[in-house]
């Protein structure tokens, strides 16, 4: 017996919402006027990343939305849209679909979903604007490692201090 369309049609709602759930970082975007060699580059590098790239019919999508309570992102869900998910890094997706529409003025960012809250165009593009977590991470290890370099700088001075008033 094989499985009817209604059935196809919940499997991939249910798919989804389970990928909203997932999810720290959701970016709804529009990719019509992208061409084929263009959306395959753009999927290349969102999939380097650990990013997953889809296309969704807006109906799908709106009942996921009222499963999950994103509603608020309903308004959005007109004419061609595709959804990347990560489930590790907030910042990725943001950061290179918005490099990839700089480049490419036919990608239009909608929406997003970041750590659970329905974002707008400019939450997204400030996100986009942070650092990667390799930078902040490395900004982080500075910041740690500074208290230790100065300590290390003092003990040192303090040392040579005392060598100077013990020759």
């Known amino acids: 017996m094989s499985v009817s369309a209604i059935e196809k049609k919940q499997q991939v709602v249910n798919e989804l919402v389970e990928k909203l759930k997932a999810s720290v970082s959701t970016i709804v975007v529009d990719y019509r006027g992208l ?15 650990g990013v997953e790239f889809k296309v969704y019919k807006n109906t799908l999508l709106r009942r996921a939305t009222a499963e999950t309570g994103y509603t608020d992102l309903d308004e959005v869900l007109v004419g061609p849209t595709a959804i990347a998910f990560s489930n590790e890094d907030v910042v990725a997706p943001a950061k290179l679909l918005h490099d990839f529409a700089k480049d490419h003025e036919a990608l239009e960012i909608k929406s997003g979903i970041i750590e659970g809250k329905v974002a707008s165009v400019d939450e997204i593009k400030a996100l986009a604007n942070l650092p990667s977590r390799e930078g902040l991470l490395s900004m982080l290890l500075s910041v740690l490692q500074a208290p230790i370099r100065n300590f290390a700088l003092a003990a040192k001075a303090v040392a040579e201090q005392k060598e100077e008033q013990g020759a």
């Open 35 to 49: 061409n084929v060699a263009e959306v395959t580059e753009l999927r290349k590098q969102l999939r380097e990343a």
